[in-house]
């Protein structure tokens, strides 16, 4: 354990907060009846709708079999809607997912960004962001 790079120590440590994140996120988002994963997948069919199935699985962090069961929830809770079009289902938030996000958006939006306005200047977070998109970037052409 002592031969650690600083780069496995930096994905140790985004790995270990973007897990308490969540974990604190799922805690907070309990009182407007949402997960962490399906606040993430109502805010991508907000942005994208309509959207495929597997495009939506593309841009959260639910595996395909995952995707497969949440939207069926979300779909039973009336939150959701998914339209045939040939041989394409595409998803759409109801009025009462709308209604849904809305309430928790505003809310959540605070709390996450409290974990860094709490102990970054907005100078040290224009920094972070910057590093953190070029990293991301990075790993995104690893994939392609």
């Known amino acids: ?3 650690n790079t600083r780069g496995s120590l930096i994905w140790l440590r985004i790995t270990r907060f973007t897990h308490q994140s ?3 996120s799922n805690e907070f988002l309990k009182p407007f009846g949402l997960t962490t994963a ?3 997948v109502l805010m991508q ?3 994208y709708a ?3 199935q597997s495009d ?3 841009k959260v962090t639910v595996t395909q079999g995952g995707i497969s069961r949440m939207l069926s929830r979300l779909e039973q809770d ?3 809607e998914r339209t045939q079009q040939w041989k394409t289902k595409h998803i759409s938030l109801t009025e009462k997912g709308k209604q849904q996000l809305a309430n928790a958006f505003d809310a959540q939006l605070a709390f996450q960004s409290s ?3 709490d102990c970054l200047s907005v100078e040290e977070q224009k920094t972070l962001y910057e590093l953190i998109s070029r990293v991301q970037k990075n790993s995104e052409n690893k994939v392609k």
Do not use: Y
């Open 1 to 3: 354990m002592k031969n």
């Open 22 to 24: 969540n974990l604190l």
């Open 38 to 40: 399906q606040f993430d």
């Open 45 to 47: 069919i907000d942005s």
């Open 50 to 52: 309509p959207i495929t």
């Open 56 to 58: 939506l699985a593309e």
């Open 78 to 80: 009336g939150l959701i």
């Open 115 to 117: 974990f860094f306005d």
